[in-house]
């Protein structure tokens, strides 16, 4: 009897699941949905290395085999695409529901063991904001939740199958490797004898070493080792995250149940089982205190378990003020991001007529880089030299590119959803999913999330022979490769940096003013007429310099001057390719 009471309760919240997921279905392509759909569409080709495909990160061109996840959610989607022949949001989304299901089972399976209350300790599961949110993605958050849940619910019972579950989570994201010290401690309170269980514990590192073996003896190329080079280029050690972290563990619960489980849990600290909850807790923040330099909410998905089953120790009638509130929070952000999103997609449909024959550049991330991706548009690069007629599609919550030079607005869009929550957007302090705009878990706001401008690319009239940085035509006549103005006089420039000029009435000499800073590896520098080399120089060590060229006449009424750079580096937390300061590039008149 108790088990079919057990058995209807765990469907009825089941239902709860599949119900939150329906008005979602159609949830359009969202944040890092597009590296693992690109690492999908390259699994069709390369089976056995989705990763190994180039892709382009904030305008700069970058390897997935250094990407923070191994293949796993990539095999996924690939296998969806094989059966659909593309990306569709609905079936997709139905797909991706059976991971939630497998999370919220495991959790009441845990819940029978851990909790005196286990329907309240899954309910307050399945209203975790983060849960709520980001189960609408394709992202590799809930299959890796929902492994890493189910390791731990067959831990006890069905030791070889939760060894599966450890490898499958670990090929989803690497820090399932959390799980050995976390299952450790459990061994060591229950089963401190068994070596086959303390064997057991270690499937996720296993898992790891062997992926890394398979692609170094397979390829030469060890993910690890790639992702390790990208790593100097993020502020790795970024205060601002972990303190993001601390106040998103408050959310995964409604943050009033937390001091009262808490308070609980000190009380019975020597039970093993409120050891054990604690032990999760405290190792898994530890360890993601040390590698989650970027602060998002949702990699804190794993903690949402033990939080829950500590707090559904509480009386029944805080317990439903909780789960209540959780709910209608989690639900208003699901909601408004369902909206931020498909602004994207209905923009893309919009604009189709008007990109048709026409090159189209994308500056911007996520799902508005897929929409218009599908058609025929590219990502734009830091480097990329745009051409009259050529349109830009640009964000100005996910910009990375600076677009020099004339443009005509063909059409903008404001995305400002009705419900004044954000949990990202150009007027919210919310560091949800990015600390660059705060430390709270959502922003109360009534402001735009993003502002998209579709722009066509005109004719230059270049006025200046010689270009000052700090020139009110420098923005104009500036091409590519060189940043915004600094301090009114200068500008960092990238690898290459490109101006247009008005040419001379006769030749001239190139000259270039620029400093090679005391932390810049550059130290030779290039100048390029039309694409021909007409000087090069390299210096010894940083200082000021400038560079002349023997007299030269472009063919026509502009020029286009290139100034390169042999080496470029990064100053976290900076995340632009920095080469040379510049100050002044241009045609000077010969003196006579």
């Not at 382009?56 to 250094?66: A, K, N």
């Not at 670990?170 to 229950?190: D, G, K, N, R």
Request: aromatic fraction near 12%; charge should be positive.
């Amino acid at each position: 009897m108790e088990a079919r009471v057990g058995n209807r309760q765990l469907l009825l919240v089941m239902g709860l699941v599949l119900a939150i997921r329906l008005p979602f279905l159609n949830q359009a392509i969202l944040g890092d949905d597009h590296i693992y759909l690109t690492e999908a569409a390259h699994a069709l080709i390369e089976p056995l290395h989705p990763n190994h495909t180039p892709y382009v990160f904030m305008g700069r061109p970058v390897d997935l085999r250094g990407h923070s996840h191994p293949p796993l959610n990539a095999w996924v989607l690939a296998g969806l695409i094989a059966v659909w022949g593309d990306v569709k949001e609905v079936p997709f989304h139905a797909a991706y529901t059976v991971f939630s299901l497998i999370a919220v089972w495991a959790m009441w399976s845990l819940a029978k063991r851990f909790s005196p209350q286990p329907v309240w300790a899954t309910l307050l599961f399945v209203a975790v904001p983060v849960f709520l949110v980001n189960g609408n993605s394709l992202e590799a958050d809930l299959p890796f939740l929902a492994f890493w849940m189910a390791a731990t619910a067959l831990f006890e019972r069905h030791r070889p199958l939760a060894c599966a579950a450890m490898a499958l989570a670990e090929m989803t994201a690497y820090q399932a490797v959390f799980l050995t010290p976390i299952l450790a401690v459990y061994v060591w309170l229950y089963h401190r004898r068994d070596l086959t269980a303390w064997f057991a514990t270690l499937a996720a590192p296993i898992t790891f070493a062997a992926w890394q073996l398979f692609e170094r003896l397979s390829t030469g190329t060890l993910p690890a080792g790639q992702l390790a080079a990208y790593l100097p280029q993020f502020h790795f050690f970024n205060p601002q995250a972990r303190a993001a972290l601390f106040i998103h563990a408050w959310f995964l619960v409604f943050p009033a149940l937390v001091p009262g489980a808490l308070i609980l849990a000190w009380r019975r600290r020597k039970d093993p089982d409120t050891l054990f909850l604690l032990s999760w807790i405290a190792l898994f923040f530890a360890c993601g205190l040390v590698v989650f330099f970027a602060g998002s909410a949702r990699y804190l998905l794993p903690m949402a378990a033990p939080l829950a089953l500590l707090a559904s120790r509480l009386r029944s009638k805080w317990l439903a003020i909780g789960f209540a509130a959780q709910m209608a929070l989690g639900l208003s952000l699901a909601a408004v991001n369902y909206q931020h999103w498909d602004g994207y997609r209905r923009l893309a449909n919009d604009v189709r007529p008007l990109t048709a024959g026409h090159r189209v550049w994308v500056d911007g991330e996520w799902g508005l880089r897929f929409y218009f991706e599908r058609d025929h548009g590219l990502p734009l690069t830091k480097t990329e030299r745009l051409r009259p007629g050529d349109i830009v599609v640009s964000s100005e919550l996910g910009s990375a590119v600076t677009v020099n030079g004339p443009t005509t607005v063909l059409k903008t869009l404001g995305i400002r959803p009705a419900i004044p929550l954000r949990i990202i957007g150009l007027e919210t302090h919310s560091g949800y999913s990015t600390i660059s705009r705060g430390v709270w878990p959502f922003g109360v706001s009534s402001g735009p999330i993003d502002r998209v401008r579709v722009m066509e690319v005109v004719e230059r009239h270049p006025a200046l022979e010689y270009l000052l940085m700090s020139a009110p035509e420098a923005r104009e006549q500036i091409v590519s490769g060189i940043y915004d103005l600094e301090d009114n006089s200068f500008r960092w420039m990238s690898r290459s940096g490109v101006v247009a000029l008005k040419s001379p009435a006769e030749a001239a000499p190139l000259r270039a003013v620029f400093r090679i800073p005391d932390n810049a590896p550059a130290r030779k520098v290039t100048v390029l007429l039309d694409g021909r080399e007409i000087a090069s120089q390299t210096y010894a060590a940083p200082g000021a310099y400038e560079l002349e060229t023997p007299p030269a006449r472009p063919a026509g009424p502009s020029a286009t001057v290139e100034i390169d750079i042999d080496r470029t580096f990064h100053a976290p937390p900076d995340s632009r390719d920095l080469g040379i300061v510049l100050t002044g590039l241009g045609f000077t008149k010969l003196l006579r």
